[in-house]
Nanobody
Framework: QVHVVESGGGLVQAGGSLTLSCVASVSIFSIPLMGWYRQAPGKQRELVATITNGGTPNYADSVKGRFTISRDNANNTVYLQMNSLKFEDTAVYYC??????????WGQGTQVTVSS
């Protein structure tokens, strides 16, 4: 069983920045893929960014050039640096730990609200 806990959400003005953190209960070096997803009111959960345990990132087109995903293996933490935030980035952001074959482990989410 893997537990992940997100933090760092909040209220920010458009154009501002936030950094989200996701702490895992196990060594993240052992987790092949970790990612950030988000869900806005009335919409489906969508991919924001993922990162492999080798450090290879992948981003949704909507956040490329604005968001950066990174991992700190020593502290079992994955970060999402969000710059140039837009109103449409408002959502609950979820962290996810994924092993092959198994269902992913999800956190409880952290709210990000961008005021226009």
């Amino acid at each position: 069983q893997v537990h992940v806990v997100e933090s760092g959400g909040g209220l920010v003005q458009a154009g501002g920045s936030l950094t989200l953190s996701c702490v895992a209960s196990v060594s993240i070096f052992s987790i092949p893929l970790m990612g950030w997803y988000r869900q806005a009111p009335g919409k489906q959960r969508e991919l924001v960014a993922t990162i492999t345990n080798g450090g290879t990132p992948n981003y949704a087109d909507s956040v490329k050039g604005r968001f950066t995903i990174s991992r700190d293996n020593a502290n079992n933490t994955v970060y999402l640096q969000m710059n140039s935030l837009k109103f449409e980035d408002t959502a609950v952001y979820y962290c996810n730990a994924k092993y092959p074959i198994l269902s992913p482990y999800w956190g409880q989410g952290t709210q990000v609200t961008v005021s226009s």
